[in-house]
């Protein structure tokens, strides 16, 4: 069946690399997404990679994806305050739907 | 683009009324997805539609929740009657493909 599992909590120095990571199962799944979602606020995607690859960098975001272990991480270089959010890994699994993680929730503190 | 735009932003009710969230989706968007999220269960899948059409159901809680999409830019979700385990912040989002989502802002809902 469709699973994905993310740690609930990740705490981090202001400055500090940030790394969340997500597990899933379907390995059909073509494209795997981060979103993030602060405080009152709806989902937004952050970021996303094309199974074929294993990473992919944007700024300050670096995704690893390992598709031999369905492993996806999300690093964030020189973590400010203003990261502070619950991060969701989600896979498509074939499906024209999202399945998302429980999400981790990134504290920054100073 | 003024983004997905949901109504009510917040709703409390009574246990046994009936409660209209609606959504209006980005234009040109073909998906649209209900969602609920709580502490408890997290971030759930309701029911999406492709071109107004409802695709996948099996989210739905029960009978008493049903959505409709009439038209390409109006979709709503009903519960009737409401009961207090409703209670639960409720997004629409919408995207060109199922991955690339926007999500609204969200209706929290309380039903005392």
């Known amino acids: 069946g469709e699973d994905v599992e993310q740690s609930l909590f990740l705490s981090v120095r202001e400055g500090d690399s940030s790394v969340i990571n997500c597990t899933y199962t379907?390995?059909?799944?073509?494209?795997l997404y981060w979103y993030k979602q602060e405080p009152g606020a709806g989902l937004q995607l952050l970021t996303y990679?094309?199974?074929?690859?294993d990473m992919k960098q944007d700024q300050r975001l670096t995704v690893l994806l390992n598709k031999k272990d369905k492993h996806l991480s999300l690093r964030i270089a020189d973590t400010q305050t203003g990261d502070s959010a619950i991060y969701f890994c989600?896979?498509?699994?074939?499906?024209?739907?999202?399945?998302f993680g429980a999400g981790t929730r990134l504290a920054v503190h100073p | 683009d003024a983004g997905v735009i949901q109504s009510p932003r917040h709703e409390v009710t009574e246990m046994g009324q009936e409660v209209t969230l609606r959504c209006k989706p980005i234009?040109?968007?073909?998906?649209l997805f209900w969602y609920r999220q709580t502490m408890m269960r997290g971030l759930e899948l309701l029911i999406y539609?492709?071109?107004?059409?409802?695709?996948?159901d099996s989210g739905m809680p029960e009978d008493r929740f049903s959505a409709k999409m009439p038209n390409a830019s109006f979709s709503t979700l009903k519960i009737q009657p409401s009961e207090p385990r409703d209670s639960a912040v409720y997004f629409c989002?919408?995207?060109?493909?199922?991955?690339?989502?926007?999500f609204g802002p969200g209706t929290r809902l309380t039903v005392l």
């Open positions: 989002a919408s995207g060109a493909s199922p991955g690339q989502q926007f």
């Open positions: 379907d390995s059909s799944s073509t494209y």
């Open positions: 990679i094309f199974s074929n690859m």
């Open positions: 989600a896979e498509n699994g074939g499906y024209n739907k999202l399945i």
């Open positions: 234009s040109g968007h073909d998906y």
């Open positions: 539609f492709n071109n107004n059409v409802p695709i996948d």
